[in-house]
């Protein structure tokens, strides 16, 4: 069974910090009925969902995935790169605690948004980024490469994190809207998706993919490729630079 970590919106989630879109009004309440129709549609899924503690003086907590990297039965909270984010981690680590998870921290002067962090097969693409440094890519290097994975830095200038551009299919193929993608050729398997937020999914199955409900063309595209895709309205977590992949952390 898969896992998966979440965290629900707080009242402040409209507060949450922004670096390449402008701010424009958020409905909290809607937020909070789209995050329960997400985390619903991953439990349809027959994913077991745990639920860090709600942080309710930190808008942008329900962004969960910046906390931690994890591979196999290692959590590595992260030191995320903005200091108001940087609360957050406390909660998720004692979460994975409690599920049993070995625990590594990345330490100053690193920094490290799990955001920015990409798994296709052996290889982690780390993106180097406002929020992400050497140091910090540097750090999970060595916590990942003793279980066989080679960790690979890239830049990342035009979008927040490296999978706000580019997220991978279940067959390893990379994904991701060419505007916004410093060099496609870093991937040997790269497919142009026409949609900002169709280059944003979440790995479901083999077959399956879950992304969000405003990248119709897309979504034909990945349905045409053989894939069953579970689509979501995240319409308020997009106005802060969220994508699907934010709001959750795929455990083993």
Same mark, same amino acid.
């Given at each position: 069974m898969v896992r998966a970590l979440v965290r629900r919106p707080g009242p402040r989630l409209a507060d949450g910090l922004l670096t390449h879109l402008d701010r424009v009004p958020v409905n909290v309440e809607l937020a909070g009925r789209q995050w329960r129709d997400y985390v619903a549609a991953l439990a349809a899924e027959g994913w077991e969902v745990h639920e860090v503690p709600p942080a309710d003086e930190c808008p942008d907590a329900v962004f969960v995935e910046d906390t931690v990297v994890?591979?196999?039965?290692?959590a590595v909270i992260t030191r995320p790169g903005a200091d108001e984010r940087r609360p957050e981690t406390a909660a998720t680590e004692a979460s994975l605690r409690s599920l049993g998870y070995r625990i590594a921290h990345?330490?100053?002067? =690193? $920094?490290?948004? /799990?955001?920015?962090? &990409?798994?296709?097969?052996?290889? %982690? !693409?780390?993106?180097?980024?406002?929020?992400?440094?050497?140091?910090?890519a540097d750090q999970l290097a060595a916590l990942l490469t003793p279980a066989g994975l080679e960790v690979?830095?890239?830049p990342v200038r035009a979008v927040l994190h490296l999978k706000s551009a580019v997220t991978a299919l279940?067959? =390893? $193929?990379?994904? /991701?809207?060419?505007? &916004?993608?410093?060099?496609?050729? %870093? !991937?040997s398997t790269f497919l142009a998706v026409p949609e900002e937020s169709g280059a944003h999914v979440v790995r479901l199955a083999e077959d399956a993919v879950l992304m969000a409900a405003d990248a119709p063309r897309t979504r034909a595209l990945l349905a045409e490729r053989g894939l069953r895709v579970v689509a979501v309205d995240i319409s308020e977590f997009i106005k802060l630079e969220g994508c699907v992949t934010c709001l959750s952390v795929r455990l083993r």
């Open positions: 994890v591979h196999d039965d290692l990345i330490q100053a002067p =690193g $920094t490290l948004d /799990g955001g920015d962090v &990409l798994r296709v097969g052996k290889t %982690v !693409w780390v993106g180097l980024s406002g929020r992400t440094n050497r140091a910090g690979q830095p890239v279940p067959d =390893g $193929t990379v994904l /991701g809207h060419p505007p &916004l993608v410093d060099d496609p050729a %870093v !991937w």
